[in-house]
């Protein structure tokens, strides 16, 4: 049986260590912001920890948006989102904007594509 089905306090404990208790990325990465990693990138992220190399690994084949890579690791998107800024700081995913700040409306189609595209999973 799954350790986390066994012991519930798991979930609650897991993300609060995996980023050492931050609750805010370093910077802010729009859901829909696409995330790329090289083969160099994911081989360094052995180093990193485990949830880094998975976040790295999911990155490697294809470009992966903030909302794809969460739900490609089943990592809560407040965990994803400090660790994937982190990682781009680091020098271990690129990050590309898919849209500028003043796009609103256009972020938010965007948006419904990508979370249409997840249910669709």
């Known amino acids: 049986m799954d350790q986390r089905r066994e012991d519930p306090r798991g ?13 805010e990325p370093r910077s802010d990465i729009a859901l829909e912001a696409v995330l790329t990693a090289s083969p160099t990138a994911v081989a360094e992220s052995r180093f990193a920890g485990h949830d880094k190399h998975r976040i790295a690994t999911v990155c490697e084949g294809r ?19 400090v660790l994937v800024a982190d990682m781009v700081a680091e020098g271990l995913l690129t990050l590309h904007t898919a849209a500028p ?10 948006l419904g594509r990508v979370l249409s595209g997840l249910r669709r999973l």
């Open 11 to 23: 979930a609650l404990v897991r993300p609060y260590a995996v980023t050492r208790g931050r609750t």
């Open 63 to 81: 470009p992966q948006s903030l909302a794809e890579v969460a739900a490609y690791t089943r990592m809560p998107l407040g965990v994803t989102r």
């Open 101 to 110: 700040p003043e796009g609103y409306e256009e972020r938010m189609e965007i």
